[in-house]
């Protein structure tokens, strides 16, 4: 087995320098020298040979720091396969028919036990399967599982993994909506424009004296209710949303409920609005806090204007 390894760290990254550092220590041991290289200056020509000659791409990130892996994907239609950590574009493509994983799809921090762990299952996938197919041949010299294998792993992800999904997905999820916003902002003049712009303006302006009442409480079998006053400063109050959020556990997105606002007929107090949700008793009443957020059907909220007020 030949280990190529290549990379580059950024001038300001000492702890990558290190870790080149410790490759090159490694591979100076007469021991390793035979079987592991590192290939210095990795940039996109090499790279081009090293996805065309590579018969396994190892690709060993702690999770969650592979941003994507677009490597893996480049190996893909050369015909490598891919024994790569469970994260990034591997957490989603892999399948035992396709190639070899690593971890358990979980976060672990720094864990230097952990990293012992995965470290393991390494060797151990390199060991008891890696190797062995590879070098499973029948008569004629042909690595017949290896094969089907790569054919399995071209065949169900090149499709998948690919510049042509990469832009329909840009342009169906972002482009074409961005174009559409532009052309509904734009078109009768800039109504609808003009409206963002007003609406954006009176809620910088009041933003910093909303505020919030006492929050009340009561549980029961249905589930936790929540009620809260809100101070709007005299802002519409469609122009804004009340929200109760949790974070996620286990992985899940985050808790998001929106709290609905009492008929305003009820509120004895000007510029005050009570808002109320019940969500089920599932998680303990400490995770939730309520929060004010813009609200705007035509606007992209918290990317075009990012106010949060939180209960505290
Ligand atoms: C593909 C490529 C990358 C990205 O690699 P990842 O494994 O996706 O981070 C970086 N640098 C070069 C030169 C590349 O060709």
């Known amino acids: 087995m030949q280990l190529i390894i290549a990379g580059k760290a950024h001038p300001a990254d000492r702890a990558g320098q290190d870790l080149i550092r410790q490759w090159i220590d490694f591979i100076r041991h007469p021991v390793a020298r035979r079987h592991v290289i590192f290939l210095s200056d990795y940039d996109m020509s090499l790279t081009e040979h090293l996805v065309q000659g ?34 990034g574009w591997w957490a ?17 921090g720094d864990d230097p036990a952990w990293d012992a762990n995965e ?20 008569e004629q010299g042909i690595p017949t ?17 690919s510049a042509a999904r990469t832009v329909r997905e840009y342009t169906e999820q972002h482009y074409l909506p961005a174009a559409i916003a532009f052309h509904n ?43 809260i006053d809100v101070y709007l400063d005299g802002l519409d109050p469609n122009s804004v949303r009340v929200e109760l959020y949790a974070d996620g556990v286990n992985g899940e997105s985050p808790v998001r409920q929106e709290m609905n606002r009492f008929d305003a007929s009820k509120s004895s107090e000007p510029d005050w609005a009570t808002y109320q949700v019940t969500v089920t008793a599932m998680r303990p009443v400490a995770d939730f806090t309520p929060r004010i957020v813009p609200k705007h059907e035509s606007v992209n ?6 106010l949060i007020r939180w209960q505290r």
């Open 185 to 227: 902002r734009s078109t009768l003049g800039g109504t609808v424009g003009t409206n963002i712009v007003h609406w954006e303006r009176a809620l910088r302006e009041k933003w910093s004296s909303l505020a919030f009442g006492e929050l009340r409480i009561s549980s029961n079998s249905d589930g936790h209710h929540f009620e």
């Open 145 to 161: 599982k290896w094969l089907a294998r790569m054919r399995a792993s071209m065949s169900r992800l090149t499709p998948q993994y």
């Open 92 to 108: 989603e493509a892999y399948t035992p028919e396709v190639g070899w994983a690593i971890g358990d799809g979980q976060e672990h």
């Open 301 to 306: 909220v918290p990317l075009e204007l990012d």
């Open 54 to 87: 590579s018969d396994v791409w190892v690709n060993t990130p702690r999770r969650p720091w592979e941003a994507s892996g677009t490597s893996g994907m480049k190996v893909l239609v050369n015909g490598g396969i891919n024994l790569s950590e469970l994260d």
């Open 119 to 138: 470290a393991e299952q390494l060797y151990n996938v390199l060991e008891n399967e890696v190797v062995p197919e590879f070098y499973d041949r029948n």
